[in-house]
């Protein structure tokens, strides 16, 4: 079998400004998201271009324009008249756009509806409150449309309806996506748009608060915290009837990690072998073989769930087979669409006996949008220079998916990776299986307890254990790391023991592509 190319597998998500080279993709996206409303024209899109670059953004998935958002600065006045979209928005030209304003106003926002279920529309909102705390703006409002109103405006007012899509007692695909992204109701606008027939007119008044916000400041009011949230998962393996099945239990997973905001998800390792219970039971080096049939599977999947999830995804690892020999591979899923793979580098003894592993020879660091990570697949871990090299490559996350039968095997996936914290003043998470497999040799039983670990200092969790799952039950646990504290811990810790190594006296020697490095 020849190497898949996880490349192909890959969306190419890109959030960027709008180009007045987009003009047409984008009519077409809002001929198809407002239809019978009136479009915009080039002139509009150069004037808003021109006024306010930095407010009108845009995702592109493969090169498709996927959604856009435009807004404009104003100076926030209690009797504005918010409810004339015509004149806040200068009628879409934006040239009343005021740079010295406190409030960040949105004029409009759209995804296509071939890319509707991806949450790009909570990407586009965090980019807008990224934008307010840059530019020290007080706040963020929005006039929403409420196109599900339409349907029930004979038996309820225009009242009634927010209040129950704020209540969850109905669903609005605008409305709820809004109030879901932290924003507050605040009025209810008639005839804002007389053309939207979706709404009979009508608009939400919303406001999102900036809470970085610095009266009088000029500029960025900086964190003192660098926040990571991390979702480990702790997987129960059970029969299943087909790759459907497993899909729908990741997919609980994943929907969790997204509603608590989470930028990583981390999977055990070899949890794709729940795939070999409802496949024909065969040999177990023909078993993992026949695994890697769902390769491709398992890469759309991921890569889908990824982009619809927004949060960055490690999959745990999965066997692949490559020119006839087969690897343990964990992929990390980006959410900005892309895909990354490490090879596991240490072999088990009952991995070339049972199955027949082969082993990678690199050590792989991963450009993330919170940082950069390393991956370090179960036996991994418990190989110091590992962690080193990764390190030294600017590693300040490892990821960890293990898959272990005893306690005696998790105790060395978790003294080691405690270890690894100390060593190099990194976190370290860990995710295992548990539960069992009848019937599917080497895969059968599991022991895991996953967590998250830091270094042991002052300013850290007690015991360097920030989270951890309570054993053998399917679970999860959501923390955050900081990785600001983690530079100072660098810097001023009690002890140093990245900066005091003795590289005078011992070094770790690598060959990677055929070059020799050292740390």
């Known amino acids: 079998m020849e190497p898949i190319d996880h490349k192909e597998y890959e969306w190419k998500t890109v959030l960027r400004e709008l180009r007045i080279e987009d003009y047409d993709?984008?009519?077409?996206?809002?001929?198809?998201?407002?239809p019978g409303m009136e479009v915009w024209t080039r002139e509009h899109i150069e004037s808003q271009i021109k006024t306010f670059p930095k407010g009108q953004i845009v995702i592109e998935i493969d090169g498709q324009l996927a959604a856009s958002s435009g807004c404009m600065i104003v100076q926030y006045e209690p009797n504005m008249a918010w409810h004339n979209w015509k004149a806040i928005s200068d009628n879409g030209y934006i040239r009343n756009h005021n740079p010295k304003g406190d409030t960040l106003y949105g004029i409009e926002m759209m995804v296509h509806p071939e890319y509707r279920g991806l949450k790009l529309s909570r990407r586009m909102y965090d980019a807008r409150k990224e934008l307010c705390r840059e530019m020290n703006l007080a706040r963020m409002i929005i006039g929403g449309r409420i196109p599900g109103y339409h349907k029930v405006a004979n038996e309820v007012s225009a009242r009634e309806y927010v209040e129950r899509v704020v209540a969850k007692a109905y669903f609005d695909p605008v409305l709820t996506a809004q109030t879901a992204n932290g924003f507050a109701l605040q009025g209810l606008i008639p005839n804002y748009l007389p053309s939207d027939e979706a709404s009979c007119g009508y608009a939400t008044f919303l406001e999102w608060r900036n809470l970085d916000y610095k009266a009088g400041a000029k500029r960025r009011f900086h964190h003192l915290v660098e926040p990571i949230r991390i979702t480990v998962v702790q997987y129960e393996m059970r029969a299943i009837r087909s790759f459907e099945e497993f899909a729908q239990q990741c997919d609980f997973f994943l929907d969790v990690a997204s509603d608590y905001k989470s930028?990583?998800?981390?999977?055990?390792?070899?949890?794709?072998?729940?795939?070999?219970?409802?496949?024909?039971?065969?040999?177990?080096?023909?078993?993992?073989?026949?695994?890697?049939?769902?390769?491709?599977?398992?890469l759309e999947y991921f890569s889908e769930r990824a982009i619809k999830f927004n949060v960055n995804v490690i999959g745990g690892s999965h066997f692949v087979l490559e020119n006839d020999t087969l690897?343990?591979?964990?992929?990390?899923?980006?959410?900005?669409?892309?895909?990354?793979?490490?090879?596991?580098?240490?072999?088990?003894?009952?991995?070339?006996?049972?199955?027949?592993?082969?082993?990678?020879?690199?050590?792989?660091?991963?450009?993330?949008?919170?940082?950069?990570?390393?991956?370090?697949i179960c036996y991994d871990i418990e190989f110091p220079e590992l962690t080193r090299i990764a390190t030294s490559k600017g590693a300040e996350m490892i990821f960890v998916p293990y898959n272990t039968d005893t306690r005696h095997g998790y105790l060395r996936v978790k003294t080691c990776a405690q270890a690894r914290c100390v060593e190099n003043q990194v976190y370290v998470a860990i995710s295992g299986c548990t539960g069992n497999l009848p019937f599917v040799e080497n895969a059968d039983i599991h022991y895991a307890q996953s967590g998250v670990f830091t270094p042991c200092d002052a300013e850290f969790a007690r015991d360097g254990i920030a989270a951890e799952c309570n054993p053998n039950v399917e679970t999860i646990v959501i923390h955050d790391v900081d990785l600001e504290m983690l530079r100072r811990h660098r810097?001023?810790?009690?002890?140093?023991?990245?900066?005091d190594r003795r590289k005078?006296?011992?070094?770790?020697?690598?060959?990677e592509d055929g070059e020799r490095g050292y740390v």
């Not at 993709?25 to 407002?34: G, T």
């Not at 005078?504 to 060959?511: C, E, P, S, W």
């Open 327 to 376: 690897y343990n591979i964990s992929y990390l899923f980006g959410r900005d669409g892309s895909i990354g793979k490490q090879y596991k580098i240490h072999i088990t003894p009952s991995e070339r006996k049972w199955w027949g592993i082969e082993p990678g020879d690199k050590v792989e660091v991963f450009d993330t949008d919170c940082g950069r990570v390393a991956i370090q």
């Open 263 to 298: 930028d990583f998800i981390l999977f055990p390792e070899l949890f794709t072998t729940q795939l070999l219970s409802c496949v024909e039971p065969t040999r177990p080096g023909l078993a993992a073989r026949r695994l890697a049939e769902f390769t491709t599977d398992y």
């Open 491 to 499: 810097m001023e810790g009690s002890v140093q023991n990245w900066n």
């Open 504 to 511: 005078d006296l011992y070094q770790v020697r690598f060959l």
């Open 25 to 34: 993709a984008l009519i077409e996206m809002q001929r198809a998201c407002f």
